[in-house]
């Protein structure tokens, strides 16, 4: 298991399959209605058509966003397992994925859920990648006094980013 990927990440269904090969086979019916009844001059049942022909396109094309999602999620997720190291700059992970804007889909994947176990820090243009060796590890902890949640390594102390308090990294969640 890559330990950056989650359990969202999966393969397509064959019951989903199934479902979508429906969704196109009453596309290609809707469109043959449309044609013949444009062909008849009936102008109002045919824009009624055009809502059906949308209705089964959406399950289709969230299929394929979701499937090009997974995709760039496991490309990103086998190259950050391939690293030993525990943080990347951002800038040199623009290099090495081959996907257009990274960081930006990185962020986006995170907040879907089909990606975990890293952390961007914007401030210090750094991907964290949490979670990875035994010895140390990265720990997400809330500020004591504002609340506010970062990363810090195991067993280091640094202050907090808003409002300058001591953190301890010995809080593991
Ligand atoms: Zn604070």
């Known amino acids: ?30 469109i043959m209605a449309m044609v013949s009844l444009l062909k008849d001059g009936k102008w109002s049942s045919a824009l009624l058509g055009l809502l059906f022909l949308l209705g089964f396109a959406r399950p289709i094309v ?30 040199q992970i623009n290099q090495k994925i081959r996907i257009a804007d990274p960081i930006k889909q990185i962020e986006r994947l995170l907040k879907k859920g089909y990606l975990t176990n890293i952390h961007l820090d914007w401030e210090k243009d750094l991907v964290v990648l949490m979670a990875l060796g035994s010895s140390k590890r990265y720990v997400e902890i809330s500020c004591p006094n504002c609340g506010a949640k970062t990363v810090i390594l195991q067993g280091r102390v640094k202050n907090c980013e808003y409002c300058g308090s001591t953190l301890l990294g010995n809080k593991s969640e």
Do not use: H, W
């Not at 989650?6 to 019916?29: D, P, Q």
């Not at 394929?64 to 951002?90: C, H, L, T, V």
């Open 1 to 30: 298991m890559n330990p950056f990927l989650t359990s969202k990440v999966t393969e397509l269904s064959r019951s989903r399959s199934i479902y979508l090969g429906f969704c196109a086979f009453m596309e290609v019916i809707i």
């Open 62 to 91: 969230r299929e394929i966003i979701k499937q090009r999602d997974f995709k760039n999620a496991k490309e990103i997720a086998s190259y950050f397992n391939g690293i030993p190291s525990e943080s990347i700059k951002m800038s």
